[in-house]
């Protein structure tokens, strides 16, 4: 589980030094308890700059993939695994892909690059799909990588930062989610509005916490946001302090790839874009003002005191401005597995 800096929030001397960091502090680099993250991932592009609430995920540090559509129980030195919900992806309503392979495209904690460009990112995407994604994104018959959403499946840090909300949970709740999802139905029917990722994040995270999750009629009108799922956990955790709620940031990989922006919920997203919000304001002025004073009373997401918040540099949640990133590292050396001295192989998909 992820706990609290001894030294105070990561702020490390360059940036693939905290990754590897981050990522022994998500997977338990020691023995520790299982733990589930919401994964609240920023907006980016045409599609994030309309709609700009973002993508949903949840990271289990001790269940795995044996491949992106079942489940298991990690062996030593694995580092978990993200799942969430996608659209048109051969079918699927979930998969399933390695922490490692999820943020960087890469199976070796060793390979992940210390900046990228968008030919790196796409070669490196593209490599990992042949390796691991056939089955699920073949190549087009000239043989050349299909277009589609199957890029969303891994390297999410090219193209955005993540803020995560991680709580302890036990492994005989991970014995009965591998289960339970192994057991049912994975058949894709995704819903922007109604059944979306962050709908998903709901429903898994419920076979942790049941009723932990709720929609917010107010601030996000009836809608499932990934800053709403944020927001109930956060609240959820300031309940259930044995859970150990703790915050942390994984930040996008330095380099030219256009920079993510910050998550909004709906009636966030109205007051805060101008082009909506001065019309509106004009022709519906009581509509304008319940708007505002939804975001204000009930759509910003605060911490309770005393969580440990790992650099998460949104200066809603910190107060503080977010730091430019150090100059990167070339190599990073590979974890330790516990109870094992000899070097992990990373994670990989049979």
Same mark, same amino acid.
């Given at each position: ?26 997977? @338990? ?38 491949? &992106? ?14 799942i969430s919900r ?11 892909? &390695? ?35 056939? #089955? ?73 916490m049941p009723h ?24 959820? @955790? #300031? ?23 910050s998550v909004d ?6 007051? #805060?874009?101008? #082009? ?47 730091? &430019? ?12 597995? &516990? ?12």
């Amino acid at each position: 589980m992820l706990q609290p800096s001894p030294f105070g929030p990561i702020r490390p001397a360059g940036w693939l030094p905290a990754a590897l960091a981050l990522l022994c502090l998500l997977a @338990g680099s020691q023995p520790a308890r299982p733990s589930a993250a919401l994964l609240m991932e920023e907006p980016y592009g045409k599609f994030g700059a309309i709609n700009p609430t973002g993508h949903a995920a949840v990271y289990l540090s001790r269940v795995c993939a044996d491949s &992106p559509t079942s489940l298991r129980p990690c062996h030593d030195g694995e580092f978990g695994v993200v799942i969430s919900r996608y659209h048109k992806i051969d079918g699927y309503d979930w998969i399933a892909i &390695p922490l490692v392979a999820y943020l960087y495209s890469v199976d070796q904690v060793g390979d992940i690059p210390a900046t990228v460009d968008r030919p790196q990112v796409e070669a490196l995407r593209d490599a990992y799909r042949r390796a691991h994604l056939l #089955k699920l994104a073949p190549n087009t018959p000239a043989g050349d990588p299909p277009k589609g959403e199957w890029t969303q499946l891994v390297g999410a840090s090219f193209d955005r930062s993540i803020h995560g909300f991680q709580v302890d949970s036990t492994p005989q709740q991970d014995q009965q989610f591998i289960e339970q999802f192994n057991d049912r139905r994975n058949v894709g029917h995704f819903n922007l509005l109604f059944h979306n990722c962050a709908d998903f994040s709901r429903v898994v995270l419920d076979t942790y916490m049941p009723h932990a999750i709720h929609r917010n009629f107010i601030a996000d009108v009836g809608l499932m946001t990934p800053k709403q799922a944020a927001r109930s956990l956060v609240a959820y @955790g #300031k309940q259930h302090p044995e859970l150990h709620m703790s915050a942390f940031v994984i930040r996008q990989v330095p380099g030219s790839m256009p920079r993510s922006h910050s998550v909004d919920g709906v009636a966030e997203s109205l007051v #805060k874009s101008k #082009k909506y919000i001065l019309p509106l304001t004009i022709l519906a002025p009581e509509v304008t003002g319940g708007a505002i004073a939804a975001y204000l009373v009930d759509g910003r997401l605060k911490l309770p005191k005393g969580t440990a918040v790992f650099d998460i540099g949104d200066a809603e949640l910190t107060g503080e401005p977010t730091p &430019p990133p150090a100059e990167p590292r070339q190599h990073l050396p590979k974890p330790t597995p &516990p109870g094992n001295s000899a070097s992990t192989s990373g994670m990989t998909q049979p």
